[in-house]
């Protein structure tokens, strides 16, 4: 059974630097075939790619934000790490990790979901 | 980037009664392998992460009810609930998996009328 939990700071001020962790369980992100990505949500707002890590070490990011992001992974915890620099108060928004299968060579959508986590950046 | 366009923004049906939401991508999301679409359905209740409800365009998540179809190929899709239920309130996003960045729709808020 695959899960995935998000954690990390609920307020942070404007310019900070947001680390979240996705700590899952149910799969490992060292094997051929698996990406764990990040979504986000703003409150009443719809869903947004953040970007994604891959099984390799790959990473893939969100052209108007990949100057912000890194996704980092550490297979021996069980975990992938975003971090997000100079954060503002439009980065306010619920955050989820997810897990992305490959499936006969091709890449699937995200099947399953953590609970996300709601950051604000506020001062 | 590839844009997904749902319509409508809300939709109020009635118990029992078909509901039907489409989304177009600004691009085919046509996978080129199997003859598979990249394109996936989402289902958010409130407080609750997406719930993957249909994948490859037409194929059914894991215990996800019958009545939820999905149809459409390269640039046009369509998800119907056939009999519409109460526990189907939610917000409805279109998805393309097929080339990054990853994109969603803005979302179909279902509701009873």
């Known amino acids: 059974q695959i899960t995935l939990k998000e954690s990390g700071p609920t307020l942070v001020k404007p310019t900070q630097t947001l680390t979240l962790t996705c700590t899952f369980s149910g799969f490992s992100v060292s094997t051929n075939g698996v990406g764990v990505g990040w979504i986000r949500q703003p409150p009443g707002k719809a869903l947004e790619w953040l970007g994604i890590i891959y099984w390799d070490g790959a990473q893939r990011y969100s052209p108007s934000l990949k100057s912000r992001l890194t996704i980092t992974k550490d297979s021996s915890k069980n975990q992938v790490v975003l971090t997000m620099t100079n954060m503002d108060p439009v980065d306010t928004a619920t955050y989820y990790c997810?897990?992305?299968?490959?499936?006969?060579?091709?890449?699937?959508?995200?099947?399953?979901w953590g609970q996300g986590t709601l950051v604000t950046v506020s001062s | 980037d590839i844009v997904m366009t749902q319509s409508p923004d809300s939709l109020a049906v009635s118990l029992g009664e078909r509901a039907t939401i489409n989304c177009k991508s600004s691009q085919s999301v046509f996978c080129g392998s199997d003859n598979r679409n990249c394109f996936a359905w989402y289902q958010q209740k409130p407080g609750q992460p997406p719930k993957l409800l249909i994948y490859?365009?037409?194929t059914r998540g894991s215990g996800v009810p019958d009545r939820f179809s999905g149809s459409g190929s390269g640039t046009d899709f369509t998800l119907t609930i056939s009999s519409l239920q109460a526990e189907d309130v939610a917000v409805y996003y279109c998805?393309?998996?097929?080339?990054?960045?990853?994109?969603f729709g803005q979302g179909t808020k279902l509701e009873i009328k």
């Open positions: 490859w365009a037409s």
């Open positions: 998805h393309q998996y097929h080339s990054d960045p990853l994109t």
């Open positions: 997810a897990h992305r299968p490959l499936y006969n060579s091709v890449w699937n959508s995200f099947d399953y």
